[in-house]
Nanobody, 123 residues
Framework: QVHLVESGGGLVQTGGSLRLSCAAS????????MAWFRQPPGKERELVAA????????YYSDSVKGRFTISRSNAQNSVYLQMNSLKPEDTAVYYC????????????????WGQGTQVTVSS
């Protein structure tokens, strides 16, 4: 059974940084895209960042471009999201996700999901 487990969320002040981690088990994702989504309070889930298996292709939403960095370790079967210059509008539950089949990293849907980790940015 596949499990994705996020960690690293928390409460931070505006301008601060957090690093989210996601460890996968039950399946190797070294040849598959992985991504981070987020769901702000009262809003729909949105794609924040995605990365190809080789790290050659990375996607960022306009709202986080230049502030967030996605990376992965295929040896650790993990994906990371470094979040800098955080803003109150970054407050959301952040979800790690992985695809079940090879594709461009922005291809939807994603098939495997973590349980989410709360990120709260205070003003």
């Amino acid at each position: 059974q596949v499990h994705l487990v996020e960690s690293g969320g928390g409460l931070v002040q505006t301008g601060g940084s957090l690093r989210l981690s996601c460890a996968a088990s039950g399946r190797t994702f070294s040849s598959l895209p992985m991504a981070w989504f987020r769901q702000p309070p009262g809003k729909e889930r949105e794609l924040v960042a995605a990365i190809s298996w080789s790290e050659y292709t990375k996607y960022y939403s306009d709202s986080v471009k230049g502030r967030f960095t996605i990376s992965r370790s295929n040896a650790q079967n993990s994906v990371y999201l470094q979040m800098n210059s955080l803003k109150p509008e970054d407050t959301a539950v952040y979800y790690c996700a992985a695809r079940a089949t090879p594709s461009e990293p922005t291809t939807l849907p994603y098939h495997y999901w973590g349980q989410g980790t709360q990120v709260t940015v205070s003003s």
